[in-house]
């Protein structure tokens, strides 16, 4: 769905180094997630916000921050990547509890 | 919280076959129960839903029941084609939560 947009699609970095993934929306949606995605293990919920100054954990949190810039923005960061956050990361938005759309992904490999 | 369980992880069946995956959930107060497609290197997409009010929704080759009895829905497609293989999900949100809760995953592989 082009309303939703993540950056970048690809990163490739190295263990130690922070990096920030972006989503933005124009759906005008009030609640955005992000999911991690690996294989066998379906989405994970990272994190998710209700609006700009609603942010929750979601089931696996340790090790990622988020921000909610605006209600179109909100973003990913891994303050000290590791290997093992090598996965591909979602962003996903809602109006309100209902269908959730995703953006294109953006496929994180932490060397 | 909600568990999702999805069989099988993976399925190959031939074009013009039936497949079904089946999923599971442990909390009777789920109330909405979608289903993602995922194609490779795409993103998911919502491809049918049901709420706990009903028992089946058909669109067109798709079908997704649901046995709140039992606790499990299921994805049914007929007459399969090759631009059916994906990744399907499926998920489960409970009725007091606000977050979708997805299943591992199947694989669908049509064979021609």
């Known amino acids: 769905d082009a309303d939703v947009t993540q950056t970048p699609r690809n990163r490739i970095t190295k263990t130690g180094k922070r990096i920030m993934l972006e989503c933005s929306q124009t759906k005008g949606h009030d609640r955005m997630y992000w999911y991690r995605q690996d294989p066998g293990l379906g989405l994970r919920l990272i994190y998710y916000?209700?609006?700009?100054?609603?942010?929750n954990k979601g089931e696996i949190s340790d090790g990622y921050s988020v921000s909610r810039q605006a209600q179109a923005k909100f973003s990913l960061s891994l303050e000290s990547a590791i290997p093992n956050q090598t996965a591909l990361y979602f962003c996903?938005?809602?109006?309100?509890?209902?269908?959730?759309?995703f953006g294109p992904g953006t496929r994180l490999t932490v060397l | 919280g909600e568990n999702v369980e999805q069989h099988p992880s993976t399925l190959s069946v031939q074009e013009g076959d039936s497949a079904v995956i089946k999923c599971t959930y442990s909390d009777s107060a789920s109330n909405y129960f979608p289903w993602y497609k995922q194609e490779l290197g795409k993103r998911p997409q919502l491809i049918i839903d049901i709420r706990s009010n009903v028992g089946e929704k058909k669109d067109q080759r798709i079908a997704v029941t649901l046995n709140k009895t039992a606790k499990h829905f299921s994805l049914h497609i007929t007459e399969t084609q090759p631009e059916d293989s994906a990744v399907y999900f499926c998920?489960?949100?409970?009725?007091?939560?606000?977050?979708?809760?997805f299943g591992a995953g199947t694989i669908l592989r049509v064979k021609s």
């Open positions: 998920a489960a949100r409970p009725l007091w939560g606000n977050k979708l809760v």
């Open positions: 916000s209700f609006d700009v100054k609603d942010i």
């Open positions: 996903a938005t809602s109006a309100g509890a209902d269908t959730q759309y």
